[in-house]
């Protein structure tokens, strides 16, 4: 007699969170200033303005934009601001910094917005292994949301994790 095989994974309490469900889909797309400097470094304010004055930002509608600039130019902090003010009415979200930069804002607000009650007293399981470019530190993050609720928490697969927390 053929004993059944019991799936305990699936009749356990463990929840899996995996942070590529919370994913919000737009384009990500970065601004360098530097295309608005002379020769890459200087910035004269009047051509500046009248530069960003001809850009057609409706083209950043629904997208996710980082600013940033690829030399090491010294730039006033207003300069960023200023391009900001001409995004910001199309896009979903700016910050200033790296597409790497822009991804870990978006999932710090996601996971500061996050209902703990589903995790209370739970094992939790913290998926791994993800197709989109999560950051890291948006796990040391999550962890940080988690860990007063959860009753106890893992990093991996449901068949292959490592412990990190238990009460």
Not at 2 to 23: P, W
Not at 52 to 60: C, H, I, M, P, S
Not at 62 to 79: D, F, G, K, R
Not at 86 to 106: C, N, R, T
Request: glycine fraction near 2%; include cysteine.
């Amino acid at each position: 007699m053929e004993e059944e095989i019991v799936n305990r994974v699936a009749k356990s309490h463990l929840i899996t969170f995996d942070l590529e469900d919370f994913y919000p889909e737009g384009e990500r797309r970065s601004i360098d200033m530097s295309q608005w400097l002379e020769q890459g470094f200087i910035l004269r304010e009047k051509e500046f303005r009248l530069a960003l004055k001809n850009v057609d930002f409706k083209a950043y509608e629904n997208t996710y934009v980082a600013i940033n600039c690829s030399t090491e130019a010294l730039l006033p902090a207003w300069a960023s601001l200023l391009v900001t003010t001409h995004i910001q009415p199309f896009a979903k979200k700016v910050v200033l910094g790296s597409l790497q930069d822009l991804e870990q804002q978006i999932f710090e607000e996601i996971i500061t917005q996050l209902d703990t009650t589903p995790f209370e007293n739970k094992p939790v399981i913290i998926k791994g292994c993800s197709k989109r470019n999560i950051p890291a530190a948006s796990f040391v993050s999550l962890i940080q949301k988690l860990q007063p609720h959860a009753k106890s928490l893992f990093y991996g697969e449901a068949c292959s994790s490592v412990p990190l927390y238990k009460k």
